[in-house]
């Protein structure tokens, strides 16, 4: 097999499977390590992936890569649907509630689920808080809900509110749950996302609440981005669509936390 074969081989698996790793291709194309590597050094010279330890990432999939709102909003619609309505779910009955819904596109499903909530019982009240510009908009149209938006400058990528003020704003509140987003979910690493600022909003988030739920569909477990925001320990819950990998299992049990398969 030629070179050029072979690399344009790699690069659907990467394409396909996320990662790869320099065993398994030596193995599957009966190559030598390193003649993987100089594949691998090619390849990433001609951006069709990015070289990590022991293998190589597909560049979605690298510390800082980050998909638009408009883009992730159509993607796994059937795996977020579930995680919003376990989440709905643990939304306790009570005179009285309130929560946060961070910014994102599985947090954003709940919101939908949201737009019907009404009063159990005369009186009920629900406030929603969220520095999301897309889960305002929505959660606007329901007049049972008590709805707060919290101020800052507007990251146009994801229509998530942030900023120091954000943060100070998020000090001073107690809620009693937080639904909190996330890009990635790692045994060691913890609850990460690519950039600084949301990074700062969710860890404020986190810090708030009386109860931290994290929404993350299963392509998100076992991955890394270039911010962590949360350990393992600081989250109650973990609601996903698939089980966790043994290693992050076992990591997650270890920290206490209760993981949901939608």
Do not use: C, Y
Not at 1 to 26: K, W
Not at 129 to 143: E, R, V, Y
């Amino acid at each position: 097999m030629f070179a050029e074969e072979r690399q344009l081989l790699i690069s659907a698996l990467v394409a396909d499977r996320g990662r790869v790793t320099v065993a398994d291709l030596a193995t599957r194309f009966n190559i030598t390590p390193e003649t993987v590597r100089r594949d691998l050094d090619a390849l990433e010279s001609a951006r069709q992936l990015r070289r990590v330890h022991g293998g190589a990432v597909a560049t979605d999939r690298v510390s800082m890569s980050e998909r638009s709102l408009e883009e992730r909003q159509g993607q796994r619609l059937d795996e977020k649907s579930r995680i919003a309505a376990a989440a709905l779910a643990m939304i306790p009955a009570s005179p009285t509630g309130s929560i946060i819904l961070d910014a994102g596109t599985t947090t954003e499903r709940l919101a939908d689920r949201l737009l019907a909530w009404t009063p159990q019982a005369p009186g009920d009240q629900l406030l929603v808080i969220t520095n999301a510009i897309p889960i305002a908009f929505k959660l606007s149209g329901n007049d049972e809900i008590q709805l707060h938006i919290l101020g800052g400058r507007v990251r146009g990528l994801t229509r998530a509110v942030i900023g120091a003020g954000t943060t100070e704003q998020l000090d001073a509140l107690r809620p009693d749950i937080a639904f909190v987003g996330t890009n990635g979910v790692d045994a060691a690493f913890g609850f990460s996302t690519p950039d600084t600022a949301e990074a700062a909003v969710k860890r404020a988030i986190v810090r708030s609440a009386r109860r931290v739920v994290a929404l993350a569909d299963s392509s998100k477990l076992g991955e890394k981005t270039l911010v962590r925001f949360a350990g393992l320990g600081d989250i109650d819950t973990l609601i996903t669509d698939a089980p966790p990998s043994p290693e992050l299992a076992a990591a997650l049990a270890a920290a206490d936390v209760e993981v949901v398969i939608a």
